[in-house]
């Protein structure tokens, strides 16, 4: 059964940073896409990066471009996204999902950042 | 690279059918047939409902279709339950090689 849990959450300040990390069972990373979705809270749904299979490509959204980084670590089966220079509006629920390039038919149950003073 | 566009929200009685809109451009939907559908209770995790343009993940129940006429894609809910009562959002992929979602729609069962 695939499995993805998300960990790294918690309260940051502005400027901050954090990493993320998603704990993937059930399947490896070197045979998925895998992506980062956030949401803030009350509202919609935004794609902000991804990573194929061999972790040769890495594409991100204009408002984490430069900031964040995505990678994985196929010894321990595990995704990361760092980030850096935090903003207020970074706060949000992070998700991973495991897919194909173009969207994700497995997610984790997210985790929370909140970025404030 | 612009959200998707869709409608705030959409309501329906147990029974009906409705269909739910989804607005890109000729660099994202218009282009490529990587439309894909995601329902999202509250407090829960997104799950998909539909992928490339119409396909439907095991498990998902064939009540939900999904089509594409141009830079619009659409979600088809057929004989509403109270159970479908939640958010749903549209992604597609872009000629940016990143992935964009709508603004979501919630959908009422009245």
């Known amino acids: 059964e695939v499995q993805l849990v998300e960990s790294g959450g918690g309260l940051v300040q502005p400027g901050g940073s954090l990493r993320l990390s998603c704990a993937a069972s059930?399947?490896?990373?070197?045979?998925?896409?895998m992506h980062w979705v956030r949401q803030a809270p009350g509202e919609g749904l935004v794609w902000i990066s991804r990573?194929?299979?061999?972790?040769?490509?890495?594409n991100y959204a204009d408002s984490v471009k430069g900031r964040f980084t995505i990678s994985r670590d196929t010894a321990k089966n595990t995704l990361y996204l760092q980030m850096n220079s935090l903003r207020a509006e970074d706060t949000a629920v992070y998700y991973c999902?495991?897919?194909?390039?173009?969207?994700?038919?497995?997610w984790g149950q997210g985790t929370l950042v909140t970025v404030s003073s | 690279q612009s959200a998707l566009t869709q409608p705030a929200s959409v309501s329906g009685s147990p029974g009906q059918s409705i269909t739910l809109s989804c607005t890109g451009a000729?660099?994202?939907?218009?282009?490529?047939?990587?439309v894909s559908w995601y329902q999202q209770h509250p407090g829960k995790a997104p799950k998909l409902m539909i992928y490339?343009?119409?396909d439907r993940p095991s498990g998902v129940s064939n009540r939900f279709s999904g089509s594409k006429s141009g830079n619009t894609a659409s979600l088809t809910i057929s004989g509403l339950q109270a159970e479908d009562e939640a958010n749903y959002y549209c992604?597609?992929?872009?000629?940016?090689?990143?992935?964009?979602f709508g603004g979501g729609t919630k959908l009422t069962v009245l």
């Open positions: 999902g495991r897919g194909p390039g173009s969207h994700s038919e497995n």
């Open positions: 059930g399947f490896t990373l070197t045979s998925s896409w």
């Open positions: 990573i194929n299979t061999d972790g040769t490509t890495t």
């Open positions: 000729s660099s994202d939907i218009g282009a490529y047939n990587y």
């Open positions: 490339d343009v119409s």
């Open positions: 992604s597609s992929y872009t000629s940016s090689r990143i992935l964009v």
